[in-house]
T-cell receptor, first 110, second 113 residues
Framework: DAKTTQPPSMDCAEGRAANLPCNHS???????VYWYRQIHSQGPQYIIH???NNETNEMASLIITEDRKSSTLILPHATLRDTAVYYC???????????FGTGTRLQVFP | DTGVSQDPRHKITKRGQNVTFRCDPI?????LYWYRQTLGQGPEFLTY????????KSRLLSDRFSAERPKGSFSTLEIQRTEQGDSAMYLC???????????FGSGTRLTVV
């Protein structure tokens, strides 16, 4: 599976947009980008996924560059409850083995 | 449905003892996964089931580890002759399809003393 690179930590003010970057320069044509997050003492939570088009759901937006070598997860109005570790994962659609890296620790402050 | 349930939430055991964890997935999910997470690291894949069949096992799953999913419902993960290096959070997840939409439980935290 392709590897991803994420900054180890980021801060964001409550109410502002949180933009979390992910580099995946070796992504293959059939590999998707998945985002999960893990709030302290809980299991990871699925957020969103995409192949090449931008995606939006009730939790977040996913922007994938045209060359697919990087992506950004956007939390449009961050709240304190969005403080968590965010994992960007690249994997084939039919995989049953998600490979988590160390993620980005997002701290939302008042 | 209240999601994926794991039991116990915490387990402290002495080195050399056997421990067993249970995972109850979301009822209509046919895929079930076990992951292990140590402090400061992301979850590491251990094994997964499609219905009752165990289809893949990580090399992390030594012969001291065994997982079962009888009748394709709940699953158990057993660790025999525990070692201090087994101390970790053991996470279970279930899904209907591969890759996305996994629902994770809150995990079982194992401490081997």
């Amino acid at each position: 599976d392709a590897k991803t690179t994420q900054p180890p930590s980021m801060d964001c003010a409550e109410g502002r947009a949180a933009n979390l970057p992910c580099n995946h320069s070796t992504i293959s044509g059939n590999e998707y980008v998945y985002w999960y997050r893990q709030i302290h003492s809980q299991g990871p939570q699925y957020i969103i996924h995409g192949l090449k088009n931008n995606e939006t759901n009730e939790m977040a937006s996913l922007i994938i560059t045209e060359d697919r070598k990087s992506s950004t997860l956007i939390l449009p109005h961050a709240t304190l409850r969005d403080t968590a570790v965010y994992y960007c994962i690249v994997s084939a659609y039919n995989t049953d083995k998600l490979i988590f890296g160390t993620g980005t620790r997002l701290q939302v402050f008042p | 449905d209240t999601g994926v349930s794991q039991d116990p939430r915490h387990k402290i055991t002495k080195r050399g003892q056997n421990v067993t964890f249970r995972c109850d997935p979301i009822s209509e999910h046919n895929r079930l996964y076990w992951y292990r997470q140590t402090l400061g690291q992301g979850p590491e894949f251990l094994t997964y089931f499609q219905n009752e069949a165990q289809l893949e096992k990580s090399r992390l799953l030594s012969d001291r580890f065994s997982a079962e999913r009888p009748k394709g419902s709940f699953s158990t993960l057993e660790i025999q002759r525990t070692e201090q290096g087994d101390s970790a959070m053991y996470l279970c997840a279930s899904s209907l399809v591969s890759g996305f939409g996994y629902t994770f439980g809150s995990g079982t935290r194992l401490t081997v003393v």
